[in-house]
């Protein structure tokens, strides 16, 4: 709940300690799940209460901050008494409307946090999205969780916007980082282009009540962008993650936003690389190295340091490749930051080993391949469910290039169990290569396993 008197919430930064907002935020979700909640926690959340924005947390939050820190009450936390920032009471006390219509931001209304306690998060999606119904084979698949996206209003009489609207921009692009970070992109990818069209509706019709607002859409609508085509390079819609790519380019220049920049090029380089357009993706990430030189972030750079060393593995310039290596290792090492953008909670030493087998896969050394993969694989967060999928089908295919064909199978296999949460075209298309490395040893036990699991089921004719 903002406030233009927002009070710093210094009490909860000491319990912060010596963590970045994105390390808090990870153990935050952790505490969550120990008590079965779900929270979209990130480090601009973890921002958000520390500068005073967020008074009092919504009801998960609370149960989930209590949990966390035993014996302490909200106030001990340094939040103000629900009964101040919450109800009718309330407002009527500040003076102010209350809001248009009710929105699922951090501070989450009732009504859908009961809709999620009793029908779950494919209720709470018909809820918030206004799209009625979910069928009730698909409310209970895997892909359920994927349609609770949030709602971004239009604007208001006169065509402006403020914090409301802004904050469901922003909201939206949580949302979608948290579930595919939890399900994978491909039950994503169709519901996400309607949040989308919605904030760039905002922002070509709208005005802005303040600049700061303008601001914060331009950089919300581009963030949106990148994560709506980071589900389509995900689930293999490879010409659709290039243009919502350059729409989020487009919006950053236009904006004038270099973290959105680098942002923009780290992921168009991530696609050329998947694409075999090397040549590019070498460009793109040194682009993106020249837009976030100014940003205060070494994490930032070490990762468009290894987008660089990926291009250059697939060009075969192994010497450019292990400079490029060797700057992300240095950068990498310098830690975290406060300037890290949230976006980045997913980098951390598992993807910087991944990134590296990468490289190494590519300049045809499988047996380092191997080494690092595996490194990624045993170290992953288990908040990233999708990422560990992709680390273990990258030691899978390492390990069969590496002619380990039963480590590769059993390997395969624990990524087709987790292939019941979690869609992900790329990591299905990593496993079909693995498969096809595989096929000759296919009078192996282990290897004749994962390849009848693998094989797609044939649909059965109808009555």
């Known amino acids: 709940m903002a406030s233009s008197r927002a009070v710093p919430n210094l009490a909860f930064r000491r319990l912060r300690g010596q963590r970045?907002?994105?390390?808090?935020?990870?153990?935050?979700?952790?505490?969550?799940?120990?008590?079965?909640?779900?929270?979209?926690?990130?480090?601009r959340y973890i921002g958000r209460v520390e500068s005073g924005e967020i008074r009092c947390p919504n009801y998960a939050y609370e149960r989930v901050f209590l949990h966390m820190f035993p014996g302490r009450s909200l106030t001990d936390l340094g939040f103000v008494a629900r009964e101040r920032v919450r109800g009718r009471g309330a407002r009527a006390a500040a003076g102010a409307p209350a809001p248009p219509t009710p929105f699922r931001n951090d501070e989450e209304s009732d009504v859908l946090r009961r809709a999620f306690m009793t029908g779950g998060t494919a209720t709470v999606a018909a809820a918030s999205l206004g799209l009625g119904?979910?069928?009730?084979?698909?409310?209970?698949?895997?892909?359920?969780?994927?349609?609770?996206?949030?709602?971004?209003?239009?604007?208001?009489?006169?065509?402006?916007?403020?914090?409301?609207?802004?904050?469901?921009?922003?909201?939206?692009?949580?949302?979608?980082?948290?579930?595919?970070?939890?399900?994978?992109?491909?039950?994503?990818?169709?519901?996400?282009?309607?949040?989308?069209r919605s904030a760039y509706a905002l922002l070509d019709s709208g005005t802005a009540a303040r600049q700061s607002a303008a601001?914060?859409?331009?950089?919300?609508?581009?963030?949106?962008?990148?994560?709506?085509?980071?589900?389509?390079?995900?689930?293999?819609?490879?010409?659709?993650?290039?243009?919502?790519?350059?729409?989020?380019?487009?919006?950053?220049?236009?904006?004038?936003?270099?973290?959105?920049?680098?942002?923009?090029?780290?992921?168009?380089?991530?696609?050329?690389?998947?694409?075999?357009?090397?040549?590019?993706a070498v460009r793109a990430a040194q682009a993106g190295q020249h837009a976030a030189k100014h940003l205060s972030s070494a994490r930032l750079l070490s990762l468009l340091a290894l987008r660089e060393a990926g291009g250059w593995a697939g060009l075969a310039d192994r010497a450019a490749c292990e400079e490029a290596l060797g700057r992300a290792h240095t950068l990498f090492g310098r830690g975290a930051s406060d300037a890290d953008p949230e976006w980045m909670s997913f980098f951390g030493e598992p993807e910087l080993e991944f990134l590296e087998a990468q490289c190494w896969s590519l300049l045809g050394e499988p047996d380092r391949?191997?080494?690092?993969?595996?490194?990624?694989?045993?170290?992953?967060?288990?908040?990233?469910?999708?990422?560990?999928?992709?680390?273990?089908?990258?030691?899978?295919?390492?390990?069969?290039?590496?002619?380990?064909?039963?480590?590769?199978?059993?390997?395969?296999?624990?990524?087709?169990?987790?292939?019941?949460?979690?869609?992900?075209?790329?990591?299905e298309?990593?496993?079909?290569?693995?498969?096809?490395?595989?096929?000759?040893?296919?009078?192996?036990?282990?290897?004749?396993?994962?390849?009848?699991r693998r094989r797609p089921v044939p649909l059965q004719g109808g009555a």
């Open 215 to 280: 601001d914060r859409l331009h950089t919300g609508a581009g963030e949106l962008a990148l994560s709506v085509g980071w589900l389509a390079h995900d689930s293999g819609r490879v010409e659709d993650a290039r243009s919502h790519y350059a729409e989020a380019l487009a919006t950053a220049r236009v904006g004038g936003d270099p973290g959105l920049e680098a942002h923009a090029f780290s992921n168009t380089s991530f696609l050329a690389r998947d694409a075999g357009r090397f040549r590019e």
């Open 369 to 427: 391949a191997v080494r690092h993969a595996r490194r990624a694989a045993a170290l992953n967060d288990p908040d990233f469910a999708r990422n560990l999928a992709l680390y273990r089908a990258q030691l899978a295919a390492d390990l069969a290039r590496d002619g380990a064909p039963d480590e590769a199978a059993a390997v395969g296999e624990q990524v087709l169990d987790l292939l019941g949460d979690v869609r992900s075209t790329r990591v």
């Open 429 to 452: 298309s990593m496993l079909a290569e693995t498969a096809r490395v595989l096929h000759p040893h296919r009078a192996r036990p282990e290897v004749a396993a994962f390849l009848t």
């Open 20 to 43: 970045s907002p994105g390390e808090f935020a990870a153990a935050v979700r952790r505490a969550a799940r120990e008590i079965g909640e779900q929270v979209a926690c990130d480090a």
């Open 133 to 196: 119904p979910v069928p009730a084979a698909r409310a209970a698949g895997r892909g359920a969780g994927a349609d609770t996206l949030g709602t971004i209003p239009a604007p208001r009489a006169g065509g402006r916007f403020g914090e409301f609207e802004v904050a469901a921009v922003e909201e939206a692009v949580r949302r979608i980082r948290l579930l595919d970070d939890r399900h994978g992109a491909d039950g994503l990818y169709a519901r996400a282009a309607v949040p989308l």
